[in-house]
């Protein structure tokens, strides 16, 4: 058989190409397609150093930096890869990636991270954080999106069987293409992360500072509890903002952009980590919990499937309810108070559920029943 894994971009080795990483060591011999690939020749491993196939977007000016402005012709240029050679079809989708143009006889089975987010529910979010909330590029991005939306409706009847990286996702997928999606949670290398008993007094957070991500409200959270230590790692947009609320305070500490391996250090030795965005599914708090330590973490979104809470057996962290200074610093004092509970164990055991082992096996698993499934139906 003929396999043909299709992603929107190679630029970074982060979440979803983790999970493309995945799907090739189920499926060596795969053949790889993407909008665009500037991935740099030593960081190109994960993908095994395949040469990846991409549309004329790749040749475009100042496309290695400025990909996303050609996001209009994305559509567009997903339609023109030449898929008619491969038996299946994979697409690690996001944005357009599902929107390749397949045969009847052809597979397509399509892992979503999410629906076009900034297209569907979270368009006057976007609208909002990039300051188009009116004006004549407002109209035009609007009119953008909308005609995204009716492309992305359309694309869901060329795949066959989706797949969602959560239950949240699950939601998202039946509202947008009232279409039935399979779960299986996103590889997390949950045996990269040192499990570690004895934690410090500090709190954990870490993060892309960007707004949806919420670290000013954490920090101003800890702006009224003196006595309680925050520590606060990434860099991004927002980071001089965060700096300036943190500046006078001696118990937070930011540390800015740090290396892989002293985030591995602080996340097994906090006491805690903290955690307010609402992710699709969220590897952070996983891999804290990988670590041994709770999460404490704003109760929406993925975060609700990968974080046990205080009141169900082996609790490894607990949720509030909004996204406000008030909701996490009772949340931290409620979590002071039965901090005996969330047993380093527990979290570590939760954390296993989510390993890069199960994530093939069951990928291996579906695909396999997928198209035992397309093969019956072709013959009747």
């Known amino acids: 058989m003929k396999i043909a894994i299709v992603h929107e971009w190679f630029v970074s080795h982060a979440g979803s190409e983790k999970v493309v990483e995945q799907i090739l060591k189920v499926f060596p011999e795969a053949d790889l397609f993407a909008v665009i690939d500037f991935l740099p020749e030593d960081k190109r491993d994960f993908i095994l150093n395949k040469s990846v196939n991409t549309t004329f977007i790749q040749k475009l000016p100042f496309a290695k930096k400025k990909y996303r402005n050609y996001l209009p012709l994305m559509p567009f240029a997903i339609e023109q890869l030449d898929l008619s050679d491969y038996d299946i079809i994979f697409s690690s989708s996001h944005a357009v990636a599902k929107g390749v143009i397949t045969g009847p006889d052809q597979l397509h089975i399509s892992y979503v991270h999410s629906p076009i987010r900034y297209a569907w529910d979270l368009q006057n979010q976007y ?183 205080n009141n169900i057996e082996e609790p490894t962290g607990l949720f509030f309810n909004q996204q406000t200074v008030e909701s996490i610093t009772k949340a931290i004092e409620d979590f002071e108070e039965n901090i005996d509970v969330y047993l380093p164990e527990y979290c570590r055991k939760n954390a296993m559920k989510f390993s890069e082992t199960i994530f093939r096996k069951k990928i291996k698993t579906y695909v396999d029943m997928c198209y035992k499934e397309k093969e019956m139906l072709s013959n009747h």
Not at 271 to 300: H, L, N, S, W
């Open 127 to 309: 609208l909002k954080e990039s300051g188009l909330t009116r004006g004549f590029k407002s109209f035009l991005v609007r009119l953008i999106l909308h005609n995204i939306r009716i492309w992305d409706v359309r694309t869901a009847n060329g795949v066959d069987y989706f797949i969602a990286n959560s239950n949240f996702i699950k939601r998202r997928i039946w509202k947008v293409y009232r279409r039935k999606a399979e779960v299986i949670y996103p590889p997390v290398d949950v045996n990269n992360f040192k499990y570690q008993k004895k934690k410090s007094d500090y709190y954990l957070t870490a993060s892309r500072m960007v707004p949806y991500k919420k670290i000013d409200v954490i920090v101003d959270a800890f702006t009224n509890m003196p006595d309680k230590k925050l520590v606060v790692i990434g860099d991004g947009p927002d980071f001089n903002k965060i700096k300036k609320k943190a500046g006078n305070y001696s118990n937070i500490q930011l540390l800015g952009y740090q290396s892989f391996d002293v985030l591995r250090e602080y996340m097994a030795n906090a006491r805690a980590f903290v955690f307010a965005a609402e992710e699709d599914f969220g590897i952070i708090p996983v891999e804290a919990q990988a670590c041994g330590t709770p999460v404490i973490a704003y109760g929406k979104g993925g975060a609700l499937e990968t974080v046990r809470s």
